[in-house]
């Protein structure tokens, strides 16, 4: 194609020089990489360059004569082309992005520049418009707010675009004086699939849940991947927070059911923390976080069900926090204590074991129960090195005891469920027996049935690579869980723990004792030895005995000593010969 020869706007001087250069620039129009057309007063195409012709698919024999509108795509409203008009006329360049249509029919999204053109001054003969066709860019713009804005495993909303959101509605929430709820869910055992059948299982599985949630909740919520296996779900214009309530028990349905992976049939389930926007005055990140506690809160009493957030949760979460600091530092200095608490043979009232329970004092607060930081720092994590730390002070103990020439028992030492978890825990323990030269019979390890009962190969592997090298295992506080007798058959259980709740209610009005005759026979018939824990009187010693159980411990006998005292204890014993357990 050639440029128009009958555009006004060739220059009427009739030089050879200024023809040449005439030439040129209708050359260089012609062979410009941007679509333009120049348009006459009227706004009639008098010539397009092949760029346009081949962007928008029209022949200039097409088009000449006629007006842009053929490009129109009805995207832009009317308003939008009396502004460019009106701006042209005036004499103004403009400049802006609207969208085409293509001789085919294809929307196009261009940047258009026109230009009025006019001579010395004198009135506009012509319009000058380049495109550029920026559909691309466009594209890129938008898939990469996309990226920006959504998980790209599961296309849910991500965390930047969720908390977006939360403080969009928390500000509508304000104005309206309705609250929102924001829910943190977590998958119970998503650990668990990772670890045994490998991370795109593990993605698969996140998949399936995040189409699992949006139907149990209404299209106005809105759910997110925050990281891992942490979802979220805000609920906008909640009227009362029963609904949020609801909503999450039909996630939790929902999540229970089984998932069906890589042909495994995987039951997984969550656990759900809520925190309502009236309960809080603060911003996006603090709803999110105090749904966060109230998801571990709901984590830690059982698993499977939702917790609410509230005023007394976050004062604990509080103090747990500091706790937590002055933990790490007294840990890391060293300034933990280990006690041991006899266990006594009820029939001869013999030491015939002890249990190591870990001791804080806090230099500020004081002594602080285990019952208190063991399971903050099972949250924490911190529970693996608290845990290495108890194993070690004990075993290093124990070798000295053995090395004075004391006849020393089975120390008993509680390893929390999160510890079964690591891969290689037994053959860690093996390894610290070897290092301090202890048989596997120097110590029993104490477990709640909770171990038993995970789903994982690797806790699985742990318990019996652990019974494996000759190690006892025992359950605590056995009868206030769930009381497996599948678990009971499936492990060689060395002994059950009574818990001392059951004890305490020994000459009471109630059915413990009845509870206590149960268990001590299920004990006996499975060849299982049974504990008692807690024995503070004569009368529940005489009631245990008379029942059969064979080994006691409690402040009727000791409370847990320093390992000084501890030794005495046993010194002063020195007639008892072999303890219970085998060669120690
Ligand atoms: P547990 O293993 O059930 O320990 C028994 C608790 O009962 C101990 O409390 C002990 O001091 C207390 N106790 C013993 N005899 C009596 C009695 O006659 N009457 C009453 N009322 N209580 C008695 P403690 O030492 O405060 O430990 C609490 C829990 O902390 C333990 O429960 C155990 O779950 C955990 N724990 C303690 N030491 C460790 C540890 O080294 N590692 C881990 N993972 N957990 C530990
Ligand atoms: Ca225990
Ligand atoms: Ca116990």
Redesign the pocket.
Same mark, same amino acid.
């Given at each position: 194609m050639t440029r128009d020869p009958s555009t006004e706007a060739s220059d009427p001087a009739g030089n050879a020089q200024s023809e040449g250069l005439q030439a040129l620039q209708g050359l260089a129009m012609d062979a410009a990489a941007n679509p333009m057309f120049l348009a006459d007063r009227n706004g009639c195409i008098q010539w397009a360059n092949p760029a346009f012709e081949q962007l928008y698919g029209y022949p200039l024999a097409e088009i000449r004569g006629r007006t842009p509108r053929i490009l129109k795509s009805g995207r832009q409203s009317a308003d939008f082309y009396q502004d460019l008009w009106r701006s042209i006329a005036s004499g103004q360049i403009w400049r802006g992005q609207l969208t085409n249509r293509k001789r085919s029919g294809e929307l196009i999204d261009v940047e258009q520049t026109v230009t009025p053109l006019r001579r010395d001054g004198g009135p506009i003969t012509h319009f000058l418009a380049v495109y550029e066709d920026i559909s691309h860019r466009l594209r890129s713009e938008q898939s990469f707010a996309r990226l920006a804005l959504f998980d790209s495993l599961t296309g849910l909303a991500n965390r930047v675009s969720f908390q977006r959101r939360t403080a969009e509605a928390l500000s509508r929430a304000r104005r309206n004086d309705k609250p929102i709820a924001v829910m943190m869910l977590d998958l119970d055992y998503f650990k668990n699939v990772n670890d045994t059948l490998g991370h795109a299982a593990g993605d698969t599985l996140l998949c399936q849940v995040a189409q699992r949630m949006p139907p149990c909740l209404r299209d106005s919520d809105t759910v997110g991947r925050l990281s891992g296996d942490e979802f979220a779900v805000l609920i906008d214009d909640l009227a009362r927070p029963e609904q949020a309530a609801a909503s999450a028990q039909r996630l939790l349905d929902a999540l229970h059911e089984p998932f069906d992976v890589q042909g495994h049939s995987l039951r997984i389930g969550a656990s759900i923390g809520i925190a309502l926007s009236s309960s809080t005055d603060d911003g996006p990140e603090s709803l999110l976080h105090h749904a966060d506690l109230a998801m571990y809160q709901a984590k830690t009493s059982g698993r499977g069900r939702y917790q609410f957030f509230d005023a007394a949760m976050d004062a604990a979460a509080r103090r747990r926090y500091t706790t937590e600091l002055a933990l790490r530092t007294a840990l890391r200095e060293d300034a933990l204590e280990?006690?041991y608490?006899p266990q006594v043979d009820l029939a001869s009232g013999a030491i015939v074991g002890a249990?190591? $329970?870990?001791?804080w004092t806090d230099p500020v607060r004081g002594a602080i129960?285990?019952?208190e930081f063991?399971s903050l720092a099972e949250q924490t994590g911190l529970?693996f090195a608290?845990?290495d730390w108890?194993l070690r002070r004990v075993l290093r103990e124990l070798s000295a005891w053995r090395a004075s020439g004391v006849s020393t028992v089975p120390v008993v030492?509680?390893?929390?469920a999160g510890h079964f978890d690591k891969v290689g825990m037994a053959d860690s323990i093996k390894a610290l027996l070897q290092e301090f030269c202890l048989p596997a019979s120097a110590i029993r390890i104490?477990i709640t049935e909770t171990v038993m009962l995970q789903p994982s190969t690797t806790v699985h592997d742990n318990l019996r690579g652990l019974w494996g090298q000759g190690i006892a295992v025992g359950v605590?506080?056995f009868g206030t869980g769930y009381s497996s007798l599948p678990a009971l058959r499936q492990y060689p259980i060395d002994y059950l723990?009574l818990? $001392?709740s059951y004890v305490?209610g020994i000459g009471q009005p109630g059915r413990d004792e009845q509870l206590l005759r149960a268990i001590i026979g299920l004990g006996r018939t499975m060849g299982i030895q049974v504990v008692a824990?807690?024995?503070?009187t004569e009368q529940q010693a005489r009631f245990l005995r008379a029942e059969g159980c064979p080994l006691a411990?409690?402040?009727?006998y000791s409370?847990?000593v320093p390992g000084a005292e501890f030794l005495e204890l046993l010194r002063a014993e020195h007639a008892y010969i072999e303890p219970v357990g085998g060669g120690a």
């Open positions: 280990i006690v608490q249990e190591a $329970l870990l001791r129960g285990p019952d063991v529970i608290l845990n108890v030492i509680n390893l929390s104490e605590d506080d723990k818990d $001392l305490g824990e807690g024995v503070e411990q409690g402040f009727l409370p847990g």
